[in-house]
Structure formats: structure tokens, C-alpha cells
């Protein structure tokens, strides 16, 4: 298994000001994930974060909107740029907990966003 | 592309019931299946892992299946409690260390 911190929990920014995120993982991990949860909604993706390499962004999401740091095997930053009132949403990071042969998706207690 | 739908998207059930909750697929080359727990405001904690080569798992009372060839999941709670009251998601990946792709979830509610 995997333990996931973030930081912060929570956060109210003004518009047009930039929030980064912290995800800490207990292990040393070769991918992680950050989604993004809509109010009422389910998960989305936003990106894969691999150490050592940029990394890829899902459809609809782009690189200077939410740039990502993967610095080493158990650290993430996402940075959501330049907020608007429709960035409010939950910010989880997760990883895959690969042992022994099995593959099982472990998530951070997530980072509830609000933006005015 | 993989797609995941759940049924019901709410529901509310008087305390002791047992239930089910449903969750389907698109693409039967799923690699594996979670179940999460989410309470409000809150991040996912992790319930059941099925993989593509189980045909189900048992945590206490609950119990998830996988039928690859139908597409489906169901999530089987035994004598619901009101601290069951949560979202319940699930999830598909179609390879390891790959991310999930998650239904829209179902908001159950446990009356006592």
C-alpha cells in the first residue's frame, strides 16, 4: 500500500492568482496521477506525472494552465494558473501501489479549491 | 476508449438491508476494477481490487464481483449500516500503472 499526503487541504483564492499543490507519497513510485472532481461530478484526469520526463495531459487540460513537477520518486506539485470561479473543484493526487504482481490505486485525501 | 456507468446514481435504504450496486464497462480488456469509498468533501478510500483474472472479493460485508464478458461489476453490501452512507465509485484501468477511469458514482444513503 501507499500513504498519500497533499497540501494544503483547502484553499479560498482570488481569481486570476495561481494555487500549487503538494502531493507526498510514503514510497517511491514511478507514476502519478492528478485528477480533478467537479462539484457534483466524478474523477477526471488531468495528467500522468513520470519522473524524469514531461508530463502528459489528458484532453482539455493543458501545460501552462496546470503545470506539473515531478522532482523526484516521491514528490508532486500541480500549480492551477490564473483561477477562475470554474476551477473550484477537488484536487486529488494518486499512484499505483504495485506489489507483488498486483496493481491497486492509492488517492491523497484530496485539496478542496475555492475560487472567488 | 474505456467508459464506466453506475446505477443507480442515488439511493436510500432503511438500515439492515442488504443492496447492490452496479457499475459497467465498455472495454472487456479491463486489467482491473476498484470500488472506492468517498464521503463528503473528502478524497477516495480504496474497498475492493478486483483483478481481470478474479471473479470477485470479499471485505467484511462487502463483496464485489467482475464478469469481464457481460461488462458489469456489482458492489454487494450485507445489512447496511448508517455509517455506510457515502459515495461509492468505481473504477477500470486497462493496464497497471495506468490511471482509472471512474463512473459518476452512486450516493447511498442508510436510514436508521
Known amino acids: 500500500s501507499a500513504v498519500i499526503s497533499q497540501k494544503p487541504s483547502r484553499d479560498i483564492c482570488q481569481r486570476g492568482t495561481s494555487l500549487t499543490i503538494q502531493c507526498q507519497v510514503d514510497?517511491?513510485?514511478?507514476?502519478m496521477f492528478w485528477y480533478r472532481q467537479q462539484p457534483g461530478q466524478s474523477l477526471t484526469l488531468i495528467a500522468t506525472a513520470n519522473q524524469g520526463s514531461e508530463a502528459t495531459y489528458e484532453s482539455g487540460f493543458v501545460i501552462d494552465k496546470f503545470p506539473i513537477s515531478r522532482p523526484n520518486l516521491t514528490f508532486s506539485t500541480l500549480t492551477v494558473s490564473n483561477m477562475s470561479p470554474e476551477d473550484s473543484s477537488i484536487y486529488l493526487c494518486s499512484v499505483d501501489g504495485a506489489s507483488g504482481g498486483l496493481s491497486e490505486q492509492y488517492f491523497g485525501p484530496g485539496t478542496r479549491l475555492t475560487v472567488t | 476508449k474505456q467508459e464506466v456507468t453506475q446505477i443507480p446514481a442515488a439511493l436510500s435504504v432503511p438500515e439492515g438491508e442488504n443492496l447492490v450496486l452496479n457499475c459497467s464497462f465498455t472495454?472487456?480488456?479491463?486489467?482491473?476494477l476498484q470500488w472506492f469509498r468517498q464521503d463528503p468533501g473528502k478524497g477516495l478510500t480504496s474497498l475492493l481490487l478486483?483483478?481481470?483474472?478474479?471473479r470477485e472479493q470479499t471485505s467484511g460485508r462487502l463483496n464485489a464481483s467482475l464478469d469481464k464478458s457481460s461488462g458489469r461489476s456489482t458492489l454487494y453490501i450485507a445489512a447496511s449500516q448508517p455509517g455506510d452512507s457515502a459515495t461509492y465509485l468505481c473504477a477500470g484501468g486497462n493496464s497497471g500503472n495506468t490511471p482509472l477511469v471512474f463512473g459518476k458514482g452512486t450516493r447511498l444513503s442508510v436510514i436508521a
Open positions: 472495454d472487456s480488456a479491463i486489467y482491473n
Open positions: 514510497s517511491q513510485v514511478t507514476m
Open positions: 478486483i483483478q481481470s483474472s478474479q
